[in-house]
């Protein structure tokens, strides 16, 4: 057999397929993270304005009116309620305008993204000395200082969604790239839920108690934790289930490609481009994440909206995967699957 004949024995049109779809993602990869990360700016920051009523509509206007649109300015009614509202994570920061003195305060939370808080300062910072004031800063939910530049919530949601799928990968390809049954697809999704659990206290221990990176509820965490492996897991399981081994890359595509660099970790939301803005909040990273900071820095705020993005991805994937296994009941193969996955003579076990 001549080299030509290996080669072409080697490269099926299969492989050819695989190897074209790699390089899609590779392509794709590239593409996501430097277009969403390669020149962040705030844009339409949410913010409020506390000031004497003569004032008040003047300084908005004046704020929505900067080069490049960085605030979106609101009335705010006093302090307290700025401080509230920030908390609450409906505004990004507010300036509380003195009535007599010349030195107004800014109020930020770090926690939410160090790179936001410094920005907004910055802006603050040169419109006040156009007007001849000075600006200082408050930060009503410091970000911890063990936790640079915000980064460890966003680090510890990447860690559960990998843990996600490749924990989902291993089950399927271990008896075939898709569910012969009704009885393994259950049998998948019990050791995924084992897994998510397990997952999601181990990642909450080693980044509070053990490294000290993220304060607020460990048991909170751990809870985020098992339901961020648990919706990333089973929808991996699903898209292999309905694809097969072409379910693993198109787990990375939503995950890796699409969710990590929109998900407001290097770069809050307010600071990315409007496409990974809008998708973002949408996919388990950036609902993860968002959770993640919420319970850490903001008294558990704010975390409705993404716990449920988190849990429709979970049924979606887990219902999606039990149907298609049973619509695979009895099919040709299953003699086959079964066997192979049987436990032998010699001691081996049953695959899942």
Known sequence: MTFVDEVKNAVTPR???LVIGVLGLQLLFIASYVGALHKPKPTDVAFGVVAP???SQQLVSQLDGLPGGPLDPRTVSSEAEAREQIMNRDID????VSPQGSTDTLLVASGGGTVLSSALERIL???EAGQQRTVRTV??????PDDFDGLSSF???VGWCVGGYLCASILAISAGTKPANRQRALIRTAVMA???VAGGIGGAVIIGPILGALPGSVWGLAGLGALVVFSVGMITLALEALTGIIGIGLAVLIIVIAGNPSAGGAFPLPMLPDFWRAIGP???PGAGTWAARSIAYFRGNAVTGPLLVLSAWAVAGTALTLLLSMRRRGGPDDGRTEAASSPSPSGGSTAV
């Open 125 to 127: 910072t040169q419109v």
């Open 282 to 284: 949408a996919l388990p």
């Open 139 to 144: 930060d009503v939910a410091p970000a911890s």
């Open 194 to 196: 084992v897994y998510a």
């Open 155 to 157: 680090y510890l949601v």
């Open 53 to 55: 009523q003569q004032m």
């Open 93 to 96: 920061g507010a300036l509380i």
């Open 15 to 17: 492989a050819a397929l």
